[in-house]
């Protein structure tokens, strides 16, 4: 599995960013699509990630801010940024995880930086 990540880019607070994360195979067939991020000088952190079954869960300082889906007939996983903040600042990666007979298998995308300006 492959993952492209995009959608990054300076943004003032208060604004808003989508990012992308194409897959080269169907997103249906992933368990587990999540973005995370990290900041300089800190450890990669869990943002968000999206089932299978569509199921969501949030770093506890993004809820309310930040909403994940996926479109299967794009093969793509969309977090979609609102009301950020200059702690949002990092490199956001897009992750994908797989279970298959019991083996779990790790992808991982390229970042895309997020820079956001007081």
């Known amino acids: 599995v492959q993952l492209q990540a995009s959608g990054g880019g300076l943004v003032q607070a208060g604004g808003s960013l989508r990012l992308s994360c194409a897959a080269s195979v169907s997103t249906f067939s992933i368990d587990r699509i999540a973005w995370y991020r990290q900041a300089p000088g800190k450890q990669r952190e869990l943002v968000a990630a999206?089932?299978?079954?569509?199921?969501?869960n949030f770093a506890d300082s993004v809820k309310g801010r930040f909403t994940i889906a996926r479109d299967n007939a794009k093969n793509t996983v969309y977090l979609q940024m609102n009301s950020l903040k200059p702690e949002d600042t990092a490199v956001y990666y897009c992750n994908a995880v797989n279970v298959v007979r019991g083996v779990l298998t790790d992808y991982w995308g390229q970042g895309t930086l997020v820079t956001v300006s007081s």
């Open positions: 999206i089932s299978r079954g569509g199921n969501t």
